[in-house]
């Protein structure tokens, strides 16, 4: 049985689930795609390939590999893009909640029924069909919980929007000892540059009490406000608005002065390493075309108890 740990996101990484792009499918129709980025690949004819997908996760593992960390894969189903292992499930503490994702993703969530069958039944959680969630909302962050949400009107028109009021409601209510924290997200279907897929596409904190933040990607700059605050000013990475394109935002921690991020960073990863991180670059890029990066194709297990 695997004896989940999840209190934070740069506790000591011992176990992950990675992604995988093996029998990725097809390039989409511009129609079936979840997000304005796939879109804009491929009206552009630049849409990653499965060989060179496969190339990058490998670069993730090996990293993994290095530092002894015991990584999951999905049951791999064919022509089916299971890169993105954030969004299916994630662990708070030591329960293992399934994520609520759009419907014609569920195949994803059974790939890791292998997993999820080595959990303890009583700290498995699926949420009421009305709590629509995904993982790269949900950031457990010691005495807090963090989440992206949308609650505007337009929601259901929405495919940008994945995380609802009501799964907001619902993790407080599993988690009453800790303080959920939520967060308006900017949402479009059609620019990449002005949507907030995730939390995770706009905002991370890191180990060293620092954090990384893009203020467009907040509908509520006080909200925004209370993240620099909480963190302090001097502890927070600033991007900009090509940067969050870039997907500056989600990289991974395997500890709290260990970072993964894409080798292009080079703003981000120089700032890193002036304040006493790791860097392990990875080429991540033709991932990144389908607006998730590193924190997204990644769903920790374990890490170390605080």
């Known amino acids: 049985m695997i004896k989940l740990n999840i209190q934070n996101e740069t506790s000591r990484l011992r176990a992950v689930v990675l992604g995988t792009a093996e ?35 490998d670069a993730v593992a090996k990293v993994f590999n290095k530092y002894g960390i015991q990584v999951f894969r999905p049951e791999i189903i064919k022509d089916c ?8 499930a994630f662990v708070i503490d030591d329960m293992l909640i399934e994520a609520n994702i759009l419907p014609h993703r569920e195949e994803e969530v059974q790939a890791i029924d292998s997993i999820w069958n080595q959990v303890a039944e009583d700290k498995r959680v699926i949420l009421p069909k009305e709590c629509h969630v995904e993982g790269g ?7 807090y919980i963090f989440i ?9 028109e929405l495919i940008t929007a994945r995380t609802n009021t009501d799964a907001v409601i619902a993790i407080q209510e599993l988690f009453p000892n800790k ?16 949507n907030a897929l995730h939390l995770d596409c706009c905002f991370n904190p890191l180990g060293k009490g ?37 997907m500056f935002s989600n990289v991974f921690s ?53």
Not at 81 to 88: E, G, P, Y
Not at 137 to 143: G, L, S
Not at 224 to 239: A, S
């Open 254 to 306: 395997i500890s709290e002065d260990v970072v993964i991020s894409e080798q292009n960073f080079t703003r981000l990863n120089t700032w890193l390493r002036d304040q006493g991180f790791t860097v392990e670059e990875v080429p991540y890029a033709e991932i990144g075309k389908q607006e998730g990066l590193l924190r997204c194709t990644t769903m920790p297990l374990i890490r170390d108890k605080i």
């Open 210 to 246: 620092k954090a990384i933040i893009h203020k467009n990607g907040f509908l509520i700059e006080k909200e925004y406000e209370w993240l620099v605050d909480f963190f302090g000013k001097e502890n927070v990475f600033e991007i900009n608005k090509d940067e969050m394109y870039q």
């Open 179 to 194: 303080t959920v924290k939520s967060f308006e997200l900017k949402k479009s279907n059609t620019n990449p540059k002005e």
């Open 137 to 143: 909302d949900v950031m457990p962050w010691n005495d």
């Open 148 to 156: 992206g949400t949308y609650s505007g009107d337009d929601y259901s």
């Open 23 to 57: 029998s990725n499918g097809p390039i989409p129709k511009v129609e079936d795609c979840y997000d304005p980025k796939s879109v804009e690949h491929i009206l552009a004819g630049t849409y990653p390939s499965e060989v060179d997908m496969i190339k990058e996760m």
């Open 81 to 88: 893009n299971q890169i993105f292992a954030r969004d299916i």
